[in-house]
């Protein structure tokens, strides 16, 4: 019998590791994100999320504006403070993104208009893509729809961006305040891609090819030439 149980336990242990958890967690805190593209500021997509992945891709033109909107929220019931967040964007040199997260009118940093959190960019790499962001903190118990944090960033597409050109635009969580080791930790460990809260949004470039005009046949008006040749010959013979 105590075999069997100690045969038990050990096959609990070694399948734990293969179990996942949405999110970033530690201490009654689980934060869950969600990045949504837009061309209008309005009817928003997103690619990969922790939740609901829309696998949507925004297809654009060269000079096109897009939006990008980022949400946070806690399904936990501790608060979070001093989230720490990268980003990565692929083929950064064909979108300009000054505007990102910027404060004062129209602000960027509160989308979600509480005026209690806010977002804030520490570093971006224009030539490598790399970004480097945190958000003063988000409550417990918050959902997608109530209690979020929401911040943009405002871009524009590159006039000579060639066709077919994708633009990828991932963001992970990577830390937050006071996260320390539970017993959660030990018992159910969580895989590293999930555990660190990745969501994407995927931009595509397509530019719609012009076709050649068509030139439409005209019909045939008037004598035919041949006949106004052929008419005086035909005359001499008869």
Same mark, same amino acid.
């Given at each position: 019998?105590?075999k069997i149980?100690?045969a038990a336990l050990?096959?609990?242990?070694i399948?734990?590791p293969?179990l996942?958890s949405?999110?970033?967690s530690?201490d009654?805190i689980?934060?869950?994100?969600?990045?949504?593209?837009?061309?209008d500021?309005?009817?928003?997509v997103?690619?990969?999320?922790?939740?609901?992945s829309?696998?949507q891709?925004?297809t654009?033109l060269?000079?096109?504006?897009?939006y990008?909107r980022l949400?946070t929220w806690?399904t936990g019931d501790?608060d979070a403070?001093?989230?720490?967040?990268t980003?990565d964007?692929?083929n950064?040199q064909?979108?300009s993104?000054?505007?990102?997260?910027t404060?004062?009118?129209?602000a960027?940093?509160d989308l979600?208009g509480d005026?209690?959190?806010?977002y804030?960019?520490t570093?971006?790499?224009s030539?490598t893509?790399?970004?480097i962001?945190?958000?003063?903190g988000?409550v417990?118990?918050?959902t997608?729809? $109530?209690n979020?944090q929401?911040?943009?960033?405002?871009?524009?597409?590159s006039? /000579?961006t060639? /066709?077919?050109t994708?633009?990828?635009?991932?963001?992970r969580?990577?830390d937050?305040?006071g996260?320390?080791f539970?017993w959660?930790d030990l018992?159910?460990?969580?895989?590293h891609?999930?555990d660190s809260? $990745?969501t994407?949004?995927?931009?595509?470039?397509?530019?719609? $090819?012009?076709a050649a005009?068509v030139?439409?046949?005209?019909p045939?008006?008037?004598?035919?030439?041949?006949q106004l040749?052929?008419?005086?010959?035909?005359?001499?013979?008869?």
């Open positions: 019998m105590k149980i100690v050990a096959a609990i242990f399948a734990l293969s996942v949405a999110g970033y530690g009654d689980m934060l869950m994100t969600r990045l949504e593209v837009s061309k500021n309005s009817t928003w997103n690619y990969l999320a922790e939740e609901n829309g696998d891709i925004l654009v060269p000079g096109d504006t897009v990008l949400k806690n501790s403070y001093n989230v720490s967040y980003g964007f692929t950064p064909y979108l993104s000054s505007d990102m997260f404060s004062g009118a129209g960027k940093n979600d005026e209690t959190y806010y804030s960019m570093s971006y790499s030539t893509g790399a970004a962001f945190t958000l003063d988000v417990g118990s918050s997608v729809d $109530t979020y929401s911040g943009g960033i405002t871009a524009t597409v006039s /000579d060639p /066709d077919q994708i633009m990828l635009v991932t963001v969580i990577t937050i305040a996260r320390g539970t959660r018992l159910f460990p969580r895989a891609a999930d809260a $990745t994407q949004a995927r931009i595509l470039v397509s530019i719609p $090819t012009t005009p030139v439409p046949t005209l045939v008006t008037g004598p035919d030439p041949i040749i052929m008419s005086p010959v035909m005359r001499l013979c008869q």
